[in-house]
Nanobody
């Protein structure tokens, strides 16, 4: 699967952005999709994930109620709607795809090692 993330940019605190990740190469709905982020000087962390069907979502605690992950299997695209952005949300955001067979437990959605394919990242900068 090839993944192309887009939609990053500069936004003021309290603003919104929607990230997109377009997939190609394999059957999109065979994969759970996740978003991770890496702030400057920090490790890459889990943000949100969605099951292959879209029926289950999973969020990191700090983004619950502000971010929404969704997918459109007809368009082979996953989205991350980010509202009420904070300066601490500043990071490079990566989308990733995990084979359905990799996800045995709900907690697997948050594990980087479960994801087989990664996009190139898109930078989100939130100014205070």
């Amino acid at each position: 699967v090839q993944l192309q993330a887009s939609g990053g940019g500069l936004v003021q605190a309290g603003g919104s952005l929607r990230l997109s990740c377009a997939a190609s190469g394999r059957t999109f709905n065979n994969y759970a999709m996740g978003w991770f982020r890496q702030a400057p000087g920090k490790e890459r962390d889990f943000v949100a994930a969605i099951s292959w069907s879209g029926g289950m979502t999973y969020y990191e605690e700090s983004v619950k109620g502000r971010f929404t992950i969704s997918r459109d299997n007809a368009k082979n695209t996953v989205y991350l709607q980010m509202n009420s952005l904070k300066p601490e949300d500043t990071a490079v955001y990566y989308c990733a795809a995990a084979s359905r067979s990799n996800i045995d437990y709900y907690s697997d959605y948050g594990e980087m090692d479960e994801y087989d394919f990664w996009g190139q990242g898109t930078l989100v900068t939130v100014s205070s």
